[in-house]
């Protein structure tokens, strides 16, 4: 199936841990994108990558890394993990990071920090 | 800090009515706009997108923008129980010489029996 993917589906850790969560579409797209949804569902974008280059980082704290191995895959690594990161991970893609076009969701990753 | 701003709901209509569900943005120069659909605990998926002013329509949805009032909305005729979701407004705009999507809080709708 042609899709973006992630994994893991669910991540439940201790404050303090480091962990990843990575993401790979075989659509093809040049441009790839991390979103956090909290609680109240409001999906605010994180970080886009095109042709595994960071193109926007929305303030995100520098405990979050992104990394783009190639233009299919961009993984999120998160050092020391606050309770305030609990919230699902969307990663995106689509096709150019022009005006229009649609972007493509992963079934997130829900993380939940104890 | 651009904004894009939805009333939370949830909207509740009658299986079979029309559900209107309305969005504003604060980027004049805003071009495209789009309409996600999420399920409880599903990723986003796009049901309609729009950049021109006036009416989209596909099957039983209609996109509605008017780039003056900044202001689009999407209608569902003869709504379903199975449209019960949260409706994502995105609008398109530039940042750092790319294109992002800036999304809504969204509207949550229920659809009864």
């Known amino acids: 199936d042609t899709a973006v993917s992630q994994t893991p589906k669910y991540l439940v850790t201790q404050m303090g841990n480091d962990k990843s969560i990575k993401c790979e579409q075989n659509?093809?797209?040049?441009?790839m994108y991390w979103y956090k949804q909290d609680s109240k569902k409001f999906l605010k974008i994180m970080f886009s990558?095109?042709?595994?280059?960071?193109?926007i980082n929305e303030t995100v704290p520098n405990r979050f890394s992104p990394k783009s191995p190639d233009k299919a895959h961009l993984n999120l690594h998160i050092n020391s993990l606050e309770l305030g990161d609990s919230a699902v991970y969307f990663c995106?893609?689509?096709?150019?990071?022009?005006?229009?076009?649609?972007?493509?969701f992963g079934p997130g990753t829900r993380l939940t920090v104890l | 800090q651009k904004e894009v701003e939805q009333n939370s709901g949830p909207l509740s209509v009658p299986e079979g009515a029309i559900a209107s569900l309305n969005c504003t943005y604060s980027?004049?120069?805003?071009?495209?706009f789009f309409w996600y659909r999420q399920y409880s605990g599903k990723s986003p998926e796009l049901i309609m997108f729009?950049?021109?002013?006036g009416d989209k329509e596909d099957g039983r949805f209609t996109a509605q923008l008017n780039k003056a009032s900044q202001y689009v909305s999407l209608l569902i005729r003869d709504s379903q129980p199975s449209d019960s979701a949260t409706y994502l407004c995105?609008?398109?705009?530039?940042?750092?010489?790319?294109?992002?999507?800036?999304f809504g809080k969204g509207t949550m709708l229920l659809v009864s029996p």
């Open positions: 659509l093809g797209h040049d441009t």
């Open positions: 995106a893609s689509t096709k150019t990071p022009g005006a229009g076009y649609e972007q493509f």
């Open positions: 990558y095109n042709n595994k280059e960071l193109i």
């Open positions: 980027d004049r120069g805003s071009q495209s």
């Open positions: 995105a609008v398109n705009e530039l940042n750092s010489g790319y294109s992002t999507l800036t």
């Open positions: 729009i950049y021109s002013n």
